[in-house]
């Protein structure tokens, strides 16, 4: 049973910076691709980056620069450290793998 679990969200100001952490199982972790979604008030889920097995990584254009993507084969983890962060950065984030989906971290960025 595959089985995502984000953390690390959490309320930062205009600049600063979270690490997100999405812990899996139940699946041979590296050999997948897994990717971080958000989804802010009133709006449609959106795509946020991507890695894949080999380790490539692909960004939405408002993050590139900001946000890096990374794995560690040995956890089973997938991590997002997103850095100078916006308050249009302010949603509930997911991770996902195929149709599984986490139960998401709320990250708000306010002053």
């Known amino acids: 049973q595959v089985q995502l679990v984000e953390s690390g969200g959490g309320l930062v100001q205009p600049g600063g910076s979270l690490r997100l952490s999405c812990e899996t199982s139940?699946?041979?972790?590296?050999?997948?691709?897994l990717g971080w979604y958000r989804q802010a008030p009133a709006k449609e889920r959106e795509w946020v980056a991507t890695?894949?097995?080999?380790?490539?990584?692909y960004y939405v254009e408002s993050v590139k620069g900001r946000f890096t993507v990374s794995r560690d084969n040995v956890k089973n983890a997938m991590y997002l450290q997103m850095n100078n962060l916006k308050p249009q950065d302010t949603a509930v984030y997911y991770c996902?793998?195929?149709?599984?989906w986490g139960q998401g971290t709320q990250v708000t960025v306010s002053s």
């Open positions: 139940g699946f041979i972790f590296s050999r997948v691709g």
């Open positions: 890695i894949n097995s080999a380790g490539d990584t």
């Open positions: 996902r793998k195929g149709d599984s």
